[in-house]
């Protein structure tokens, strides 16, 4: 696999782990036809880093060489697809499994509880 590193704080290094772009990969496979183009797994960290660092697509560009346009084009074609939510329900039902019995307090605007929900 390709690994490219994006140059992030220390607090956002896992964006580089080998681990999550293997977990990246299941969920953004390339095409089986047609022209390669980017690395998709790279793109989309590009994406969160812009999201986590409140830069802009032009910031993206002179960081990694890939023209502004593209990750726009990318994203907009991750929301059409409803990428978004079916990776996170995926993952959170892979979380929900592992988790033990959830118990959620509800509380009102006064600090008064309003009631309880038992998940799993």
Not at 11 to 30: E, H, T
Not at 61 to 72: A, K, L, P, Q
């Amino acid at each position: 696999m390709y690994h490219h590193d994006i140059p992030v704080y220390a607090r956002f290094q896992w964006l580089n782990d080998l681990r999550v772009q293997r977990i990246f990969s299941c969920f953004l496979q390339p095409k089986p036809r047609g022209r390669k183009g980017y690395d998709k797994i790279l793109m989309f960290r590009y994406l969160i880093y812009k999201q986590f660092m409140s830069c802009s697509y032009r910031d993206l560009e002179s960081m990694g060489g890939i023209d502004y346009s593209t990750f726009i084009k990318f994203r907009k074609r991750l929301i059409t697809a409803n990428w978004f939510s079916r990776m996170f329900k995926s993952l959170t039902a892979i979380l929900g499994q592992a988790l033990p019995n959830l118990n959620l307090h509800l509380f009102g605007k006064k600090r008064t509880r309003i009631r309880i929900l038992r998940l799993l």
